[in-house]
């Protein structure tokens, strides 16, 4: 099946950083996601960008399907920014809806 | 708030019980997925049904099982469990079955000892 990786593992950031999250992908996709799971569990909806770039206030995301890679770029990070950050994908062909997630980024970010 | 509902939001059982985990999709959602969070495995996809109907199964064992009624609300049955099913269940919800977006409910945390 479809591989997801994403770099780096952890990152540590002083309130107020930048950063860029990576996820790279094995084959061709459907459906891209980023989500960010916070402290308490939830997963909360970031992106939905099989191609393309869109930005929503501090975060942005660019996926390049054909060099099958997609960032997703914090600006000015704040203490409510810590937690998990999953991307999930869907293969093309048969794979209707099922979502492969990598093993994310933790991110830390002290005040 | 997603719109996804789950119930109940924490569960502690007894090895070898039997346990149904609820899921309520946003409305007008027509596909329900359940996925597992747990620390060894990850976030993995166990089953998707689309309009009362299966339409994906990943790596769910044959101990649990899933169905999607008229209503679209959905369950998730796991028996015989085991100390290795603690984990967190996720429901999540799309308007269609294939690539579209999909919302994740606050997930149910199975705890069984």
């Known amino acids: 099946g479809i591989q997801v990786e994403q770099s780096p593992p952890d990152l540590i950031l002083q309130e107020g950083a930048n950063s860029t999250l990576r996820c790279n992908f094995s084959d061709s996709v459907n459906n891209l996601q980023w989500f960010h799971q916070n402290p308490w569990g939830q997963l909360i909806n970031l992106f939905y960008?099989?191609?393309g770039t869109k930005q929503n206030g501090r975060l942005s995301a660019t996926t390049v399907a054909t060099e099958r890679y997609s960032l997703l770029y914090i600006s000015s990070s704040q203490t409510t920014d810590s937690g998990v950050y999953f991307c999930?994908?869907?293969?093309?062909?048969?794979?209707?809806?099922?979502?492969?997630f990598g093993q994310g980024t933790i991110l830390t970010v002290h005040p | 708030d997603s719109g996804v509902t789950q119930t109940p939001k924490h569960l502690i059982t007894a090895t070898g019980q039997r346990v149904t985990l609820r899921c309520s999709p946003r409305s007008g959602d027509l596909s329900v997925y359940w996925y597992q969070q747990s620390l060894d495995q990850g976030l993995q996809f166990l089953i998707q049904?689309?309009?009362?109907?299966?339409?994906a199964k990943g790596n769910i064992l044959e101990r649990f099982s899933a169905q999607q009624f008229p209503d679209l609300h959905s369950e998730l049955n796991l028996s015989s469990l085991e100390l290795g099913d603690s984990a967190l269940y996720f429901c999540a919800s799309s308007v269609g079955g294939y690539a579209d977006t999909q919302y994740f409910g606050p997930g149910t945390r199975l705890t069984v000892l």
């Open positions: 999930a994908v869907t293969a093309g062909g048969t794979s209707y809806g099922k979502l492969t």
């Open positions: 049904y689309y309009n009362g109907e299966e339409r």
């Open positions: 960008i099989p191609s």
